[in-house]
T-cell receptor
């Protein structure tokens, strides 16, 4: 069975550019999470969707970050404009329900120059 | 708020050595506890979990026991293999809440 799919796996961009990260959750899962992983701050929850609705976006760092989930099988995380401090690995995870086991995608490694 | 503290790495062991990675938590209630493993270039995978005091989670030779009295959930394995080289994360979650609180991660390297 396919797990959580993320694209691209690697992204290198220049400061000021728009970056869009994509995620396809596991079919049938109704909860989706975006995380950011850095050496300094570890794993941080950015946003949580339930049934395609954003429930908790308190972890979104600032207005440059936005996330959408137009349907049950697709979500995007957008950074506009990007800055060097956004360089990190971004993970998408999904689960059957809010309190169920979260399954992580392979991550997108973002480098902003 | 809730927090998870795990031993800082890196940890380097020889094959067949005994492994312990310490993890302690703070929480207002009685959280569920987890160990996740992240192999190089991959996402996190659930390794084991325990949902109440004195529960023991186990998987792939790894074990961890939920100790309420010491608020700990230490990860152990009796004989590590090279293939166990990865980053290990301890995490907690209150009740059926969606929010996982992760430790900083511990890098384990096992040499042949």
């Amino acid at each position: 069975d396919a797990g959580v799919i993320q694209s691209p796996r690697h992204e290198v961009t220049e400061m000021g550019q728009e970056v869009t990260l994509r995620c396809k959750p596991i079919s049938g899962h109704n909860s989706l999470f975006w995380y950011r992983q850095t050496m300094m701050r570890g794993l941080e929850l950015l946003i949580y969707f339930n049934n395609n609705v954003p429930i908790d976006d308190s972890g979104m760092p600032e207005d440059r970050f936005s996330a959408k989930m137009p349907n049950a099988s697709f979500s995007t995380l957008k950074i506009q404009p990007s800055e060097p401090r956004d360089s990190a690995v971004y993970f998408c995870a999904s689960s059957l329900g809010a309190g169920e086991t979260q399954y992580f995608g392979p991550g997108t490694r973002l480098l902003v120059l | 708020g809730n927090s998870v503290t795990q031993m800082e790495g890196p940890v380097t062991l020889s094959e067949e050595a005994f492994l312990t990675i310490n993890c302690t938590y703070t929480a207002t209630g009685y959280p569920s506890l987890f160990w996740y493993v992240q192999y190089p270039g991959e996402g996190l995978q659930l390794l084991l979990k325990a949902t109440k005091a004195d529960d023991k989670g186990s998987n792939k030779g790894f074990e961890a026991t939920y100790r309420k009295e010491t608020t700990s959930f230490h990860l152990e394995k009796g004989s590590v293999q090279v293939s166990d080289s990865a980053v290990y994360f301890c995490a907690s979650r209150e009740g059926s809440n969606y929010k996982l609180t992760f430790g900083k991660g511990t890098l384990l390297t096992v040499n042949p």
